[in-house]
T-cell receptor
């Protein structure tokens, strides 16, 4: 299995608070992604990165920001969490291109009250 | 826009064969992926098709017809552990991220 970890694995927070989720990989893959998964919507891309300090928006980026200061870490920040951001968040990585096979982390379950 | 369609849910009997279909209308095509996702877990890669035809991998096979914008995943000799969601994803031409379908939840019953 690809070496991908996510932290925290579970988090409960209150509306209006900032939240940061971390994705860490040991595979030295260039490409990293953040998805959210909700019933009826499947996996939706939030942001992705194609290198250190190189990021771009996905289809549901409003309310989220990301940073990648090192190859191995990709951070997802909710500046002011809302109940609509309650979801399961998955990080993924790929080696050779954005259209290549992706390996997924274990997920973070976030609840915003 | 990009559109990928899969049935929402399917039910099949242990020991049987099931076919999960995926149709896509996308601006470009650079391969089709199938992933398996058990409840509460992360998606895991099953198969990849870039050329027309059937790719077989044990009990699982995946088929692609690029001219029809169509793929299917065939699961043989179904086992209870095959109960999961199956996600179809399309790679687009150019360097853009995969586009995922909403997934098909398969329930295997005795």
């Amino acid at each position: 299995d690809a070496g991908i970890t996510q932290s925290p694995r579970h988090k409960v927070t209150e509306t209006g608070t900032p939240v940061t989720l971390r994705c860490h990989q040991t595979e030295n893959h260039r490409y990293m992604y953040w998805y959210r998964q909700d019933p009826g919507h499947g996996l939706r891309l939030i942001h992705y990165s194609y290198g250190v300090k190189d990021t771009d928006k996905g289809e549901v980026s409003d309310g989220y920001s990301v940073s990648r200061s090192k190859t191995e870490d990709f951070l997802l920040t909710l500046e002011s969490a809302t109940s609509s951001q309650t979801s399961v968040y998955f990080c993924a990585i790929s080696e050779s291109g954005l259209d290549n096979e992706q390996f997924f982390g274990p997920g973070t379950r976030l609840t915003v009250l | 826009g990009q559109n990928i369609d899969q049935p929402t849910e399917m039910t099949a009997t242990e020991g049987a064969i099931v076919q999960i279909n995926c149709t896509y209308q996308t601006s470009g095509f650079n391969g089709l992926f199938w992933y398996q996702q058990h409840a509460g877990e992360a998606p895991t890669f099953l198969s990849y098709n870039v050329l027309d035809g059937l790719e077989e991998k044990g009990r699982f096979s995946s088929f692609l017809s690029r001219s029809k914008g169509y793929s299917y995943l065939l699961l043989k000799e179904l086992q209870m552990k095959d109960s999961a969601s199956y996600l179809c994803a399309v790679g687009l031409s150019g360097n853009t991220p995969l586009v995922f379908g909403k997934g098909t939840r398969l329930s295997v019953i005795a």
